[in-house]
C-alpha cells in the first residue's frame, strides 16, 4: 500500500517499530479526503503485520492483505449508533477490549470520523486509553484536533496529514485513473490542491462536488465584482446545513489563498486559483471579516442554523 506524503504518520511508526514499543493510542487529524482513513489503515498495518522491516509493513502477508480488504478479525472498524459515538458505543469497546485478540498477538480499534462526538462519551474512553490492555491499540480520526478533549490528546500520539504535493498527487490519480489524461490529472490536482480524496470524488463524477467546485468559482466572482444578488443566489440553492458547511469550508480556502497572494505567498489549498487572484484585490480587513464571517456560519451548521437566514447575512457580509 502506498501513502503519499504523509511522512507525519509514517515516520513515527517506523522509529517506534524499531524500538520495538508502540504507543496504545493515535489521533490522526487533517481535512476531508486528505488520507486520514488510509493512515489508519497503514498504522493497523504496522500493528498487525506479520513481518515489519526497514520500518514498514510488508503488505503482502496475510494480516496485511485482511486489513486492506477491512476483513481482519483483530482489525475492529468501530460502528456508530448513531450520527456520532455514544457513551454507549464508548462502552460496548471497553468490554470488548479485554476480550483476547483473534488471531494475532494486538488488536486495534478504528474510530473514524470523530467529529461532533460528545465530551461524555470520550471520557468513558478515558481510563483505558490511560492503562489499556497490553494487546490493545487505539486509533481516532477527526479533522481538527479541537475535536479531542485535552485529556484524550494527552494519553495519545497525535499526527496531522495534509494534502500531497502535486506530483505525488498526480501519480496516486495515475494509478487510480490509468485511462484518464495526464492534463485531465494534472486539472484535478491543482483545483484541490492534492487533496487525492476529492481529486478521486471530483474524477469520479461525483456530482455534489461538481456543482459546489461552481457554486464556489461562482462565489469567489461575487465577492470580488460586489455581486450581492449573485452570491444570495449561489448560497439560497443549498438548503441542506451539511452541504453548506462543506461549501463554505470549500470558499473559506479561496478566502486564505487570496489573503496569500495578498501577502506574496503563492502557498495555494482552494479549488479555484482564478477567484483568489480576484478577490487578492480586498483589502486584507474585508478578506479577515469575510472568512470571520464564512467559519461562524459554518459552525452554526453543525447547530440548527436556518439555511436560508444564513444566505442572506452571509451574502450581505461578504458583498459590503
Known amino acids: 500500500m502506498k501513502l503519499y506524503s504523509k511522512a507525519s504518520v509514517t515516520a513515527p511508526l517506523a522509529a517506534m517499530s524499531e ?11 487533517g481535512p476531508k479526503g486528505a488520507g486520514k482513513k488510509t493512515a489508519a489503515v497503514y498504522t493497523a498495518m504496522m500493528l498487525l503485520c506479520s513481518d515489519v522491516h526497514d520500518g514498514m509493513p510488508c503488505g503482502v502477508c496475510r494480516d496485511c492483505r485482511r486489513v486492506m480488504k477491512n476483513e481482519h478479525p483483530d482489525f475492529i472498524i468501530v460502528e456508530r449508533s448513531k450520527k456520532s459515538y455514544s457513551v454507549d458505543d464508548m462502552r460496548r469497546i471497553v468490554t470488548d477490549a479485554y476480550v483476547s485478540p483473534n488471531d494475532c498477538d494486538r488488536k486495534v480499534y478504528l474510530l473514524a470520523d470523530c467529529g461532533g462526538w460528545s465530551d461524555a462519551a470520550q471520557a468513558a474512553m478515558l481510563k483505558i486509553t490511560e492503562d489499556p490492555p ?23 500520539m497525535p499526527s496531522e496529514v495534509s494534502p500531497a504535493d502535486r506530483e505525488s498527487c498526480i501519480a496516486a490519480l495515475s494509478e487510480r485513473f490509468p485511462d484518464r489524461d495526464e492534463a485531465e490529472l494534472a486539472g484535478a490536482a491543482a483545483a484541490f490542491c492534492g487533496n487525492i480524496g476529492k481529486c478521486i470524488e471530483y474524477l469520479d463524477g461525483n456530482e ?5 467546485v461552481a457554486r464556489v468559482r461562482e462565489l469567489s466572482r461575487a465577492a470580488a465584482s460586489g455581486s450581492e444578488y449573485t452570491a444570495l443566489r449561489v448560497l439560497s440553492e443549498v438548503k441542506d446545513r451539511d452541504d453548506l458547511k462543506e461549501l463554505l469550508g470549500m470558499f473559506a480556502a479561496v478566502i486564505r489563498d487570496a489573503a496569500a497572494q495578498k501577502a506574496g505567498s503563492d502557498v495555494r489549498i482552494s479549488c479555484d486559483a482564478g477567484g483568489a487572484a480576484m478577490m ?9 471579516d469575510m472568512y470571520d464571517e464564512v467559519m461562524k456560519i459554518s459552525y452554526a451548521c453543525g447547530l440548527n442554523v436556518n439555511t436560508d437566514a444564513a444566505a442572506a447575512v452571509l451574502a450581505g457580509k461578504m458583498t459590503v
Open 208 to 212: 455534489k462536488l461538481m456543482k459546489n
Open 19 to 29: 524500538s520495538g514499543r508502540f504507543v496504545h493510542s493515535y489521533i490522526i487529524t
Open 134 to 156: 497490553d494487546p490493545v491499540y487505539f486509533i481516532f480520526t477527526a479533522e481538527s484536533l479541537s475535536d479531542f478533549l485535552p485529556t484524550l490528546i494527552s494519553r495519545s
Open 280 to 288: 487578492a484585490s480586498i483589502s486584507a480587513q474585508r478578506l479577515t
